[in-house]
């Protein structure tokens, strides 16, 4: 009975000691917790001071994803002998210059990915990479300052897609009106007068047009992470089927020296584009800006990342 009182003493006892040194250890990490966040938000406001500085600020950073397989004698699947892959590129990078007066803001995105499958019982099929996203995006902000967070201001912005169908469509956006800073790495364009210079094959469907541009951007580094967001839209004053938005993301944590994991995605609405796949690429003559279904583009790319 002795013995019995005394393990079950010596149980309790391990347990009162274990959920002190528990708590204990979990007060300490709350310690550090805020001590990191004291640190980080120190830092912060020093980046943030730099940030504010005259001069040039150059930045970039991109993910490269790739995949390659192969099969024989797999019959679980339609081409049981084939060699397959893919690649997938994108970049984020800018260029901005910081004034006492004005600004100069310039920034470049691009994402591109070729596909290859190559079916080795099918001599006559292509077994070249195929291009499959391909998204190009470059811009250009000047802005004369009224104050600390409002400027006016003058956009360039072109759109296009580099290894299929250069320039068709490709759209180039000249506006002025006024931008908006309201927080550091973070700014709003808002200009009412903006023309919409649209370049195609087909001028059936896509037609150039008289509108208001918004964009918003979000450029940061924080410790090892980079990301940065871009909201681009057109609203066209003339037919809203020329109205567009475009909205990409691109986000890249460092483990080893410049080399990391990325991530990429991108949504897009364009109907002048979705009419164009209908009639030019489908060959659905019947389809019309009234009828078509405008569903929503997306794309990612998940997969190494390097940060210069």
Same mark, same amino acid.
């Given at each position: 009975?002795?013995k019995?009182?005394?393990?079950?003493?010596?149980?309790?006892?391990?347990s009162?000691? !274990?959920?002190?040194? &528990?708590?204990?250890?979990?007060?300490?990490?709350? &310690?550090? !917790?805020?001590?990191?966040?004291?640190?980080?938000?120190?830092? $912060?406001?020093?980046?943030?001071?730099?940030?504010?500085?005259?001069?040039?600020?150059?930045?970039?950073?991109?993910?490269?994803?790739?995949?390659?397989?192969? *099969?024989?004698?797999w019959?679980?699947?339609g081409?049981? !002998?084939?060699?397959?892959?893919?690649?997938?590129?994108?970049?984020?990078?800018?260029?901005?210059?910081?004034?006492?007066?004005?600004?100069?803001?310039?920034?470049?995105?691009?994402n591109?990915?070729?596909?290859?499958?190559?079916?080795?019982?099918?001599?006559?099929?292509?077994?070249?990479?195929?291009?499959?996203?391909?998204?190009?995006?470059?811009?250009?902000?000047?802005?004369?300052?009224?104050? &600390?967070?409002?400027?006016?201001?003058?956009?360039?912005?072109?759109?296009?897609?580099?290894?299929?169908?250069?320039?068709?469509?490709?759209?180039?956006?000249?506006?002025?009106?006024?931008?908006w800073?309201?927080?550091?790495?973070?700014?709003?364009?808002?200009?009412?007068?903006?023309?919409?210079?649209?370049?195609?094959?087909?001028?059936?469907?896509?037609?150039?047009?008289?509108?208001?541009?918004?964009?918003?951007?979000?450029?940061?580094?924080?410790?090892?992470?980079?990301?940065?967001?871009?909201?681009?839209? *057109?609203?066209?004053? &003339? $037919?809203?089927?020329?109205?567009?938005?475009?909205?990409? !993301?691109?986000?890249?944590y460092?483990?080893?020296?410049?080399?990391?994991?990325?991530?990429?995605?991108?949504?897009?609405?364009?109907?002048?584009?979705?009419?164009?796949?209908?009639?030019?690429?489908?060959?659905?003559?019947?389809?019309?800006?009234?009828?078509?279904?405008?569903?929503?583009?997306?794309?990612?790319?998940?997969?190494?990342?390097?940060? *210069?």
């Amino acid at each position: 009975m002795k013995k019995a009182v005394l393990a079950v003493f010596t149980v309790l006892c391990v347990s009162v000691l !274990n959920a002190q040194t &528990e708590d204990e250890l979990k007060a300490k990490l709350a &310690e550090k !917790n805020d001590s990191i966040a004291s640190i980080q938000g120190r830092a $912060d406001a020093i980046q943030a001071q730099i940030d504010a500085l005259p001069g040039w600020k150059i930045g970039a950073f991109g993910t490269i994803g790739g995949t390659i397989s192969q *099969f024989n004698n797999w019959f679980a699947q339609g081409t049981p !002998n084939n060699n397959a892959g893919n690649i997938g590129i994108t970049g984020n990078a800018f260029a901005n210059l910081q004034q006492e007066k004005f600004f100069w803001r310039n920034a470049l995105t691009t994402n591109l990915t070729w596909v290859k499958v190559d079916d080795k019982d099918d001599p006559t099929d292509d077994d070249s990479f195929q291009p499959t996203t391909d998204v190009f995006n470059l811009s250009s902000l000047y802005g004369r300052k009224l104050s &600390e967070k409002w400027a006016v201001s003058g956009l360039m912005e072109y759109r296009t897609t580099l290894l299929n169908n250069f320039n068709d469509p490709g759209y180039l956006d000249l506006g002025v009106g006024a931008t908006w800073t309201p927080i550091n790495n973070l700014v709003v364009v808002i200009h009412p007068l903006n023309y919409n210079f649209v370049f195609a094959d087909d001028d059936t469907i896509f037609n150039s047009s008289l509108g208001a541009k918004i964009v918003a951007d979000y450029t940061r580094q924080i410790g090892a992470v980079s990301f940065k967001t871009n909201f681009s839209a *057109f609203s066209s004053y &003339e $037919d809203s089927d020329l109205s567009n938005w475009t909205w990409t !993301n691109g986000f890249a944590y460092t483990i080893w020296k410049a080399i990391g994991v990325g991530f990429d995605f991108g949504l897009r609405s364009n109907k002048q584009e979705a009419l164009n796949y209908q009639v030019n690429t489908l060959g659905n003559t019947t389809a019309t800006f009234d009828n078509i279904d405008n569903e929503l583009q997306t794309f990612w790319t998940l997969g190494l990342s390097y940060a *210069f």
